[in-house]
């Protein structure tokens, strides 16, 4: 430009390489702003457990928002296939919980040892009730492994870093917090649906009213879910 050579194919040329690196950055700014703002809603629901009005896809977009970084090397996806207009008025800090922790459980078990698979989430509403099913593809496991999955302490992968927690606290949460039952099928090579109800209005409970459900079970308060 200095020397006055500047071609106006070579302006164009660079102008349109501008326009897509802003663009690109653009792009990554919203999605940034996105993941902050899933992240920091995440956060508060799990640090408050306060009783809101929320949507339910939204809810369960901010958690997998959260979530799905660290699952950035597998070869499975999940798919949430809940619709927007679910309402409810709960607990949405626990209800993450337990999303959290049902989508650990299916990348620990389900599809360990698997090149693919899918994780659907879906949900219908039900006189007064939702009932959020987690619907995968993986290997499924034989009755003698299903009737024992919500004991306490009972895993598949002892000296694996499991607790055989993860799924008795679900329950707790589900049951006590949530005021809604859970329940799984399973069937192996066909894959395993865990289907939580709950209803939209959750019941109204003061904090410490009916104790921590980590605790009830583990017998400590500081219990993070983990994975079956």
């Not at 078990?109 to 593809?137: K, N, P, W, Y």
């Not at 289907?195 to 583990?218: I, L, N, Y």
Request: aromatic residues 6%; neutral net charge.
């Amino acid at each position: 430009l200095a020397a006055g050579t500047l071609k106006k194919s070579m302006l164009d040329s660079h102008t349109a390489r501008y326009l897509q690196m802003s663009t690109l950055v653009q792009h990554s700014c919203e999605r940034a702003a996105t993941l902050i703002s899933s992240f920091k809603q995440v956060a508060v629901d799990q640090t408050s457990e306060q009783r809101r009005r929320f949507d339910l896809q939204a809810l369960i977009a901010d958690n997998l928002s959260a979530l799905l970084p660290g699952f950035k090397q597998v070869r499975w996806t999940v798919h949430n296939a809940v619709v927007h207009g679910i309402v409810c008025e709960s607990y949405p800090g626990p209800l993450g919980q337990v999303i959290a922790s049902l989508v650990q459980n299916a990348d620990v078990h389900a599809f360990s040892g698997l090149a693919r698979g899918t994780l659907t989430i879906s949900a219908v509403q039900m006189a007064g009730a939702v009932e959020l099913c987690f619907q995968d593809d993986g290997k499924g496991m034989p009755p003698s492994t299903l009737a024992h999955i919500f004991e306490p302490f009972y895993t598949t992968t002892l000296g694996k870093g499991g607790s055989g927690l993860g799924l008795t606290i679900v329950r707790n949460i589900v049951t006590g917090v949530l005021g809604g039952s859970i329940h799984a099928r399973s069937e192996v090579g066909l894959g395993t649906a865990f289907v939580v109800r709950f209803p939209q209005t959750a019941p109204e409970h003061k904090r410490g009213e009916s104790g921590d459900p980590c605790a009830e079970e583990a017998g400590a308060e500081q219990v993070v879910p983990k994975p079956g």
